[in-house]
């Protein structure tokens, strides 16, 4: 499985960014897609994430501000980012999780310019 990410840029405070990240390979029907970030200096940390048919979850601090929706059938996950802060700045992470197994995506920098 091979994932990859795109939509990464430089935007102001306040701005909005849409991050997509495709599946490829022997994707199976039931899986959970979702993003991590990584900040400079900081561990990675989780920042949503929703299974095939279930509900999406968030971390607190992007709760009313991101929106993860995906196209399973284009085996593709999104994380729509509005009103978007400085400390968003950070490398963003998509993973897929399968049968127990976790793939990763090469990251996408979004920086946040105050």
């Known amino acids: 499985v091979q994932l990859q990410a795109s939509g990464g840029g430089l935007v102001q405070a306040g701005g909005s960014l849409r991050l997509s990240c495709a599946a490829s390979g022997r994707v199976f029907s039931a899986n959970t897609m979702g993003w991590y970030r990584q900040a400079p200096g900081k561990q990675r940390e989780w920042v949503a994430q929703k299974s095939t048919y279930g509900i999406a979850t968030y971390m607190e601090p992007v709760k009313g501000r991101f929106t993860i929706s995906r196209d399973n059938a284009k085996n593709t996950v999104y994380l729509q980012m509005d009103s978007l802060k400085p400390e968003d700045t950070a490398v963003y992470y998509c993973?897929?999780?399968?049968?127990?197994?976790?793939?990763w995506g090469q990251g996408t920098l979004v920086t946040v310019s105050s």
């Open positions: 993973k897929l999780i399968q049968v127990g197994t976790e793939y």
